[in-house]
């Protein structure tokens, strides 16, 4: 069966350059070289522990998972470079993670969510991705769209202002993973 074919079903967008597509269990590897590459800022939990985990056996596993429990809008896409078919990363939604709970007075909401390999950063893919996924979260229907990201990463800051992102409130995470910023965009 070619990989088209073993795609899940989901939300798929076009832009320019991209598809954004759920991702495919045998690009496990890819998903995995995106964990290998995150800065070391990156609280512990978001890298590669002692034991390897997770691996890529686990990746297959959270990408069959994903595709089965994708809610409508919901999951991080893989950004497939329409020219060759590369996979350069992913952007997508995810169901109000930490920074949203943190907004007072504003109810949770879906949260932006976006890395790419380190060969594809400074290209405009995050914004073009970024872009997409806005534009569906618009015509959905959903009114505002969060986003949580460590003071340190700039590039993301950069993307997420690009995107129409303003802070909202920032708070400090333990020690030694830094302050995290949480902004929001009205769509």
């Known amino acids: 069966m070619d990989s088209a074919a073993a795609a899940a079903p989901g939300p798929v967008l076009v832009t320019e350059r991209l ?19 995150r800065d070391p800022r990156v609280p512990a939990h978001r890298r590669i522990d002692a034991e390897g985990r997770p691996s890529i056996g686990d990746l ?5 998972r994903s595709t089965r429990e994708m809610g ?13 078919g590369a996979v350069l990363g992913y952007c997508g939604l995810v169901d109000g993670g930490p920074g949203s709970a943190a907004l007072e007075g504003e109810p949770p909401g879906p949260e932006i969510a976006f890395e790419l390999l380190r ?17 569906w979260a618009r ?13 340190w990463n700039t590039a993301s800051l950069r993307v997420l202002d690009r995107l129409g992102f303003a802070a909202r409130s920032r708070r400090a995470a333990r020690p030694t993973d830094g302050e995290l910023l949480v902004l929001t965009t009205v769509l």
């Open 19 to 37: 598809h954004l597509r759920p991702w495919r269990v045998e690009e496990a590897a890819i998903h995995r070289r995106l964990w290998t590459e």
């Open 60 to 64: 297959e596993d959270w990408i069959r």
């Open 72 to 84: 409508p809008g919901l999951g991080l896409l893989a950004l497939e470079r329409i020219t060759d």
């Open 119 to 135: 060969g594809a950063q400074g290209h405009g893919y995050a914004t073009e991705a970024g872009r997409a996924v806005i534009r």
């Open 139 to 151: 015509e959905a229907g959903l009114e505002r769209v969060h986003a949580t990201v460590w003071a």
